[in-house]
């Protein structure tokens, strides 16, 4: 939903149950058959094949990611939909892409799919899916069914470490979602960019088997020229779990949620008859777009809430500020440029009780599918009993990076951030206290053929308080068209 295009994607992630030395044996037996398999299907593929009718993409990749340590470092594992296991050191994978995209200016009616699989070792799940959805278009309306990753907020979808409630670090969620297929245009200077979703957290929650409801809406104000003129955005994104064994979860129930309204009497907790059924969050989200021939700028703001009191967004507080910038001249050594500013450290202007313990909830799991954080990586969880989360939500990051191109062989995407952890609301850390992480990331993609290319990352963190943590990644990927 990126109003700029392809523009998206610390501390120490929410990480899952380590496994057992006696499930760390079966995982290095069992595990391996799918992987080899995968591998050699993606060796197998004749050079000259061409793709089956029915797929717009086909991509089969393989390779393999060593850290010094376990967990690898941040930007190895971070904003990848959970690909990649941090309950090992290393780990070799094996990844199948396809899709078939809608084409809304040729047909009223067409459809869509997307598969994205892949098997990996040293991992307690062999195989993740990231993608496998089907949809039906309409124009300019679309309906999903399934997992899909998505972008959400405005960020820079290339270089951000995404929005504030929802990156793509976390595997994704089944869903159901109708919305907009990108911004509608009302009049010459006016669009909307819709979404309503109802998901599935799965039985890895507190309160097991909890539904998502997520919804956001946008507006952009000015023209559509690529090459001039000036964008203004402005939405909100609203999220909250809610449902699940034991709790409310009639259609009248989804009417509360969807309104933020309380609790029925006699039904839910104290605190959703006083306040709103369900765990709640979101951003109001602000942008500025300048474009020209030469480069675009893209300046962008965000304020969470998770109760009343964060929607006074007028009052200094938590915070996401990012600028971007996109170079469309070729041939220039730096063709994109992002730095952002992430400060969670105000407790949303409440006192006692009323507390916006970020990421959350005393009826609920904290803000975490299956593990890793849904929303900002920067925030790390705790995980105690029965899938309890609880997060180190006090942060404050400076998060920088930089897309070069100096030869078709060396195209460097280049990241940097420095994490600064201050505890939780509930266990806060003195300023002098802080744990600080530089994590670092070079990613170089080298095509090697027209349907071959080999990406190579170079991945650390380092810092006063952890020993220093080196990886390196290889990927090799073959397209078929």
């Known amino acids: ?38 591998i050699f299907l993606s060796f197998a593929v004749p050079a000259k094949a061409s793709i089956p009718t029915g797929i717009d993409t086909l991509q089969v990749s393989t390779g393999f990611l060593a850290s010094k340590q376990t967990p690898p470092p941040f930007w190895a594992w971070a904003n990848q939909n959970g690909r990649v296991p941090n309950q090992s050191s290393s780990s070799f994978f094996t990844r199948i892409r396809m899709n078939k995209n809608s084409d809304p200016d040729e047909k009223d009616f067409d459809w869509c799919y997307g598969v994205d699989v892949t098997a990996r070792t040293n991992s307690t799940q062999n195989i993740i899916f990231t993608d496998a959805y089907t949809g039906l278009t309409y124009k300019q309306f679309k309906l999903t069914l399934g997992r899909k990753a998505e972008t959400f907020g405005l960020v820079d979808s290339l270089l951000s470490a995404g929005s504030e409630c929802y990156s793509q670090n976390a595997p994704t969620i089944p869903k159901i979602a109708l919305s907009t297929n990108g911004y509608i245009e009302i009049t010459d200077n006016l669009a909307i960019n819709a979404y309503l979703a109802h998901g599935w957290m799965g039985s890895e929650q507190y309160v097991k088997n909890v539904y998502l409801h997520e919804k956001f809406f946008y507006l952009r104000f000015g023209g559509t020229d690529h090459d001039n003129g000036i964008n203004f955005f402005a939405g909100v994104h609203d999220i909250a779990s809610w449902g699940g064994e034991g709790q409310p979860s009639s259609l009248s129930d989804y009417y509360r949620v969807f309104f933020s309204r309380p609790a029925a009497p006699g039904t839910g907790t104290i605190i959703d008859q006083n306040g709103a059924l369900g765990d709640h969050r979101g951003t109001i989200e602000f942008a500025l777009q300048h474009k020209d021939p030469d480069r675009d700028w893209f300046l ?3 304020h969470m809430f998770e109760d009343g009191s964060g929607l006074r967004f007028w009052y200094p507080g938590n915070f996401l500020l990012g600028v971007s910038m996109i170079n469309k001249e070729k041939e220039s050594r730096i063709q994109r440029i992002n730095l952002e500013i992430l400060d969670l450290r105000f407790d949303g202007n409440s006192h006692g009780q009323d507390l916006d313990n970020y990421f959350m909830s005393s009826g609920y799991s904290g803000w975490v599918h299956q593990g890793y954080a849904i929303g900002t990586p920067f925030v790390p969880f705790i995980q105690g009993t029965d899938y309890w989360y609880t997060p180190q939500n006090r942060v404050q990051v400076i998060n920088a990076g930089i897309l070069l191109s100096f030869t078709k062989l060396f195209n460097p995407r280049v990241r940097i951030a420095c994490i600064q952890n201050f505890g939780s609301f509930m266990a806060p850390l003195p300023e002098n206290q802080a744990t600080t992480i ?44």
């Open 300 to 302: 962008y703001a965000q």
């Open 1 to 38: 939903m990126n109003p700029i295009g392809p523009i998206s994607p610390i501390f120490f992630s929410s990480l899952g149950p380590r496994p057992s030395a006696l499930s760390t044996k079966r995982i290095s037996t069992w595990k391996i058959s799918p992987i080899f398999l995968m």
């Open 438 to 481: 530089l994590a670092c990331d070079i990613t170089n993609t080298t095509p090697i053929t027209k349907t071959w290319t080999l990406s190579q990352q170079i991945a650390l963190d380092a810092g006063k308080t952890i020993r220093p943590n080196p990886a390196i990644g290889l990927t090799i990927t073959k397209t078929i068209d």
